[in-house]
């Protein structure tokens, strides 16, 4: 964490505070059910009881505010803000979203606390904050390897001492979205990269995992977005170039420069591609094979494109990690993705669309 307390002085130096940017969710109330779903192709909103989340620093909400002027607040994780499972009250998120249905949801993360760490090797015991991490089991710098032991093992016992939860008749959202530190690590040289291949086989093991000790889930497959596009995005700003002149270490390889660069990056975005690849094959393996257990590729943000985006969707924090604005972003996609048909499922990050309002028949789609 060194070097991130060095980055927040360089960047507390001379970058003013930005903005806000509140995306509002503005669909009508629906009517009590008249039945609960019976098995996961029935599943609607309203039958969504428990929310839960695997990932790394952008599910753990590290540095979505920017910067604030002081060290300590610079390295929160704003875990109540994240976009798939935040719980704070004025939310923009999938989790605030469902609570909207479901008033006493559980799982849904809270407020904000200093960084969490798990990357690689350096993955200490006894970090997370229950009281506030709940069940979103995201640590910043975690990989595919990481997720399936020490992250599960988290949410498996928050899951099971959690007496507002029946593990065996509430329905479950769980939401993963994973990979890019083992891209960056790998780029790096500090460890081999992750290959597709064994991406594919952690992620099934995983997955086995849940189905095996956790009844009753949902599970959103969230592809990964091409690091190159981070790169473009904050060419657009003196100050992010310095940053990453200065600190290259969160991700070398997005952001060295000249046809190094260019070289370095495709090879990223290659294998990223290759990793989302595995994503659909892991999902049809498993698709249609149980009543109380789906997986499903949420593909609406993969096709994103840099030059359709503004600048305030990255962190003036590190020009990395996405912004409060991006989370609520993601937050409105996911939604609409997840209440679409896979047929119909649009994935250019369609950020300007309105929100998809579900009707007393709306589902979210198993196909």
């Known amino acids: 964490m060194l070097w991130l307390l060095a980055l927040c002085v360089v960047v507390n130096a001379f970058l003013p505070t930005l903005g806000q940017y509140p995306i509002h969710f503005n669909c009508p109330q629906l009517p009590p059910l008249t039945k609960p779903a019976r098995n996961v192709y029935e599943l609607k909103p309203q039958d969504i009881k428990v929310v839960m989340a695997f990932g790394d620093s952008i599910t753990a909400g590290f540095g979505m505010m920017g910067r604030h002027g002081n060290l300590f607040d610079d390295l929160l994780e704003y875990r109540g803000q994240s976009w798939c499972i935040g719980g704070d009250g004025n939310a923009s998120t999938i989790g605030s979203f469902l609570r909207f249905y479901t008033k006493d949801i559980q799982g849904l993360s809270l407020g904000s606390h200093i960084g969490e760490l798990c990357y690689g090797l350096l993955c200490p015991p006894f970090q997370y904050e229950p009281s506030k991490d709940v069940l979103n089991a995201a640590q910043s710098g975690a990989m595919m390897p990481d997720v399936v032991d020490h992250e599960f093992d988290y949410l498996y016992r928050q899951l099971t001492e ?139 943000s993969m096709n994103g494109r840099a030059e359709n985006l503004p600048i305030s969707v990255i962190s003036m924090l590190d020009c990395f990690h996405p912004s409060l604005f991006l989370h609520e972003l993601m937050a409105k996609v996911m939604w609409n993705c997840m209440l679409t048909p896979a047929a119909s499922k649009d994935r250019s990050f369609d950020v300007k669309s309105d929100f998809i309002c579900p009707t007393n028949t709306s589902i979210f789609h198993t196909n």
């Open 162 to 300: 959690n007496k507002n939860i029946d593990m065996e008749t509430d329905w479950k959202l769980l939401t993963i979205l994973i990979g890019a530190n083992d891209l960056c690590l790998g780029c790096s040289g500090v460890i081999p990269f992750l290959t597709a291949d064994d991406y594919e086989k952690y992620l099934t093991e995983l997955l086995k995992k849940v189905h095996s000790k956790i009844p009753r889930v949902f599970v959103n497959l969230v592809p990964l977005f091409n690091l190159s596009q981070v790169y473009d995005i904050s060419q657009r700003s003196e100050h992010c170039k310095e940053v990453h002149r200065l600190f290259e270490i969160e991700c070398k390889c997005a952001f060295t420069e000249g046809n190094e660069g260019v070289k370095l990056r495709k090879e990223l975005d290659d294998l990223g591609t290759q990793y989302n690849e595995r994503l659909f094959k892991v999902a049809k393996e498993f698709a249609g094979k149980y009543d109380d257990f789906a997986v499903i590729v949420q593909p609406c």
